[in-house]
């Protein structure tokens, strides 16, 4: 606490986002836990790929095998995550819109845990999509993501929900606080941004994400209220579509590609959770257990 004050005045803890029984964020040095509250804490998402099963990294698949959506769904919830959050990977095609928003709304009774809700990551897909699913939402629920070509049509409905959006920007920290002004300026309360700041999953990507993951924090420590949101990293999809943890082309000295994709994810978890990532996204049951055994 002393050599971190040295560098720097902590004028205020992160901004507290709320959902359900969590409170997101609310992180800062000397920021005492409340009991019962899991503020400041790291929270651990487990995702799934919702629409399309087949979408889903091998190592992930396996955990899921031969199991149908609602399945999978009730077996996620038995795991430890904080959140459950499905993935609408509908693929170029927008004829899958409609069918998407038939099975979240035939899926949301079943869900328990709070709910996160996804895009394909295609700006010109997510335009249409994100706003039909969150039409759908029967409770407030985080909703990712928007971004520059995506948020003015986003926006509205997650504001109408009462919902918490994610903000993805291309690890840039100006670039962030802009998109989050520009949200607040159409009427979004800051109280329900989430920034993910984008990373990659191994190597230079990961070491220059979680850097600027460090920036936003220490940004809004020091009284930037437009960097003063929680912090969200997709680390588990980052990872898992890396050569490293899909390709059993290494010698017998990287063991075993189950076990290396494992532990591939629970490495960039464990970084982007130090970095100050108020929510970490992972996709792998066993990482989930795994993190949350070391929370």
């Known amino acids: 606490m002393q050599e971190l004050t040295s560098k720097f005045e902590i004028k205020q803890p992160i901004r507290t986002v709320r959902l359900d029984n969590l409170e997101i964020g609310g992180d800062c040095s000397f920021h005492f836990l409340k009991e019962n509250s899991n503020n400041g804490k790291t929270l651990y998402a487990l995702e799934l790929n919702i629409f399309n099963i087949d979408d889903t990294p091998a190592i992930v698949k396996k955990s899921f095998a031969g199991l149908s959506q609602l399945k999978m769904i009730e077996k996620a ?105 520009l949200t607040t300026d159409m009427g979004l309360s800051p109280d329900k941004i989430l920034i993910d700041t984008d990373m990659g999953g191994l190597g230079y990507g990961l070491e220059y994400g979680y850097s600027i993951m460090e920036r936003i924090k220490l940004a809004g420590f020091e009284g930037d209220n437009m960097l003063n949101m929680p912090i969200i990293a997709f680390a588990g999809e980052e990872t898992l579509k890396t050569k490293e943890t899909k390709s059993n082309e290494f010698s017998e000295s990287w063991g075993k590609l189950d076990e290396r994709a494992i532990m591939f994810e629970i490495t960039a978890a464990s970084a982007i959770s130090a970095a100050g990532a108020n929510i970490v996204v992972l996709n792998n049951p066993l990482s989930i257990e795994t993190m949350k055994g070391l929370n």
Do not use: W
């Not at 993935?87 to 038939?102: H, S, V, Y």
């Not at 700006?123 to 994100?130: G, Y």
């Open 77 to 181: 919830q038995k795991t430890p995550c904080d959140i459950l959050g499905l993935k609408f990977n509908i693929g170029e095609n927008k004829d899958n819109i409609k069918p998407a928003t038939e099975l979240l709304k035939s899926l949301l009774p079943k869900i328990t845990k709070p709910l996160m809700i996804r895009g394909i990551n295609n700006a010109e897909i997510d335009s249409e999509l994100i706003p039909e699913l969150t039409k759908v939402l029967n409770r407030e629920a985080i909703v990712a993501f928007a971004e520059e070509k995506t948020y003015k049509a986003i926006v509205p409905e997650v504001i109408k929900g009462n919902h918490i959006l994610v903000i993805r920007t291309p690890i840039d920290i100006n670039l962030a606080k802009e998109m989050n002004i």
